[in-house]
């Protein structure tokens, strides 16, 4: 019976493996729990949002696996708890490699770089004969070649995911071209302006089944897209096969290449990109993503309207950012500046009809949308066709909603937007609703936010806006009853915006 519990709780810490805090709490369980979740942190150790650049203790995880007389000579600095036995293997769970960390843990030890240099050597090369395969490696910003050493180079047949930057040589690039096959998960930083890198476009030509692609710029001069054409065109050829497209662009620049590329990616499932302004009209009519799930795309809600009706019925997730902002891309957590995201909408011409065309798009071709954000007019029609949004789309889950007032913003307007708003929501919400986030150009009176709160009768409500007036004594004081009552779970304000 303990075996069988131990294989439970193994599937169960790999289902939540993206949640650190709660397996860095089972470590504190018992010795079973203990036991069952080292190996999965330690699977990929360096993926966590914690801290490396002032861990000691790693530092004494990894020197515990080298000889006193190695580390003598190279003047490594310990704690005097490195000299305990350790508990567990905790390489022969590692399955991964993150340069930037890993020698940001090796660089506590010693400041010289040559003995820094000398001690990376000596630990890629124990880790990997400790490891029984590698399936995760980043070398972003990587300068020497140490990972490639003496004969154990082919334990990287098994490489799942590779994370680089268009910085690191060609070469390098050629020679895990003969040894991965198999990547599934490619992840590209531009940082080095028009210089192509020859080694990535045949790294890219020979995988056999990779599934995610993402290209993010770093270069904020302007560039030539084309630069990196063999790249692209290397891409072009695997659209078969991708499911998960990311890329990103820092300046909006045109380009026959990717203008021509992104038809051919019919099986996506995720799709984020920032320049669709400048794909021709003949290509953008297409795309046609029959499996898409995941759509994120910046200001242009002429082009979100037509790949949502070219696309299959099982989107989940339409994130629409109204700036070159990147912090909106990632699911509007990111509060810092986030008025931002949403500062290019007054200039954008036919907003009121492209604004109202893309409501009704949604809630004509994505009956399974879960996560949605919505900017729109304030006038009487949107309004109604939101009502409509939120009877057809019955299992959403998160609604962000930005209102661009027609006129001037005063009082009076703001008052009213906030009223027909809670209206909309109380007639027509979606009893699966669990969170709604409300930006701009709208004021709920008292009154009205009580009547919405009084009529709410989904599960309990997680609300955030940006308004200072909910700091206020009375509005204090109705949240707080309503969060005693179980109709709100959470009300946040955020003064960053």
Not at 48 to 55: A, L, M, Q, R, T
Not at 92 to 114: E, K, M, Y
Not at 124 to 150: T, W
Not at 163 to 184: G, P, R, V
Request: with cysteine; hydrophobic share 40%; charged share 25%.
């Amino acid at each position: 019976m303990s075996k069988l519990n131990g294989d439970i709780l193994y599937l169960i810490f790999e289902e939540l493996q993206d949640n650190s805090k709660f397996l860095f709490s089972c470590l504190m369980v018992n010795r079973l729990w203990c036991e069952t979740v080292i190996p999965i942190l330690w699977k990929n150790p360096w993926r966590y949002n914690i801290d490396y650049y002032n861990k000691d203790y790693l530092l004494a995880i990894i020197a515990s696996y080298l000889s006193d007389e190695f580390l003598m000579r190279q003047r490594i600095q310990l704690l005097s708890a490195s000299n305990q036995s350790l508990l567990f293997d905790y390489f022969s769970f590692c399955r991964s490699i993150n340069v930037n960390i890993i020698n940001s843990i090796i660089s506590i030890g010693s400041p010289s770089l040559i003995d820094q240099l000398f001690l990376q050597r000596e630990f890629y090369g124990l880790l990997v004969k400790k490891c029984p395969e590698l399936k995760y490696l980043d070398i972003s910003s990587i300068k020497y070649n140490i990972i490639f050493v003496s004969e154990d180079k082919l334990r990287f047949e098994s490489l799942y995911e590779l994370k680089c930057d268009t910085s690191n040589e060609s070469s390098f690039f050629y020679e895990l071209a003969h040894i991965c096959q198999h990547i599934q998960r490619l992840i590209i930083t531009n940082d080095v302006g028009t210089k192509s890198n020859l080694g990535i476009a045949k790294l890219i030509e020979i995988q056999k089944n990779l599934k995610y692609f993402e290209w993010k710029d770093n270069v904020y001069d302007f560039i030539f897209i084309d630069s990196y054409m063999d790249i692209f065109l290397a891409l072009e050829k695997k659209a078969d096969i991708i499911n998960h497209l990311y890329i990103y662009f820092q300046r909006r620049t045109y380009s026959n290449v990717i203008d021509s590329i992104f038809p051919k990616f019919h099986k996506l499932k995720t799709l984020i990109f920032n320049n669709f302004s400048y794909i021709k009209k003949h290509h953008l009519k297409m795309c046609i993503y029959h499996d898409l799930e995941v759509f994120k795309i910046y200001y242009d809600l002429k082009v979100a309207s037509i790949i949502i009706e070219n696309s299959g019925g099982f989107l989940k997730k339409i994130l629409i950012s109204y700036s070159s902002f990147d912090g909106c891309f990632d699911d509007y957590d990111n509060y810092e500046n986030f008025d931002e995201c949403f500062d290019d909408y007054d200039n954008y011409e036919n907003f009121n009809e492209d604004s109202f065309i893309l409501i009704r798009k949604i809630h004509e071709n994505c009956p399974l949308i879960e996560y949605l954000c919505l900017l729109f007019s304030s006038s009487k029609e949107h309004f109604t066709e939101i009502e409509k949004l939120l009877k057809d789309c019955k299992y959403l889950k998160t609604l962000l909603i930005v209102i661009k007032m027609n006129g001037a913003r005063t009082e009076k307007t703001l008052l009213e937007n906030g009223e027909n708003l809670l209206k909309a929501l109380i007639s027509s919400t979606p009893t699966n609703l669990k969170e709604i986030r409300f930006f701009y150009d709208y004021k709920f009176s008292l009154e009205a936010l009580e009547k919405f709160l009084e009529n709410w009768k989904g599960c309990a409500l997680s609300i955030l806006t940006c308004d200072p007036i909910y700091n206020e004594e009375n509005y204090t004081d109705l949240i707080n009853k309503y969060k005693n009552n179980g109709v709100i779970k959470d009300f946040r304000y955020k003064c960053e915006f």
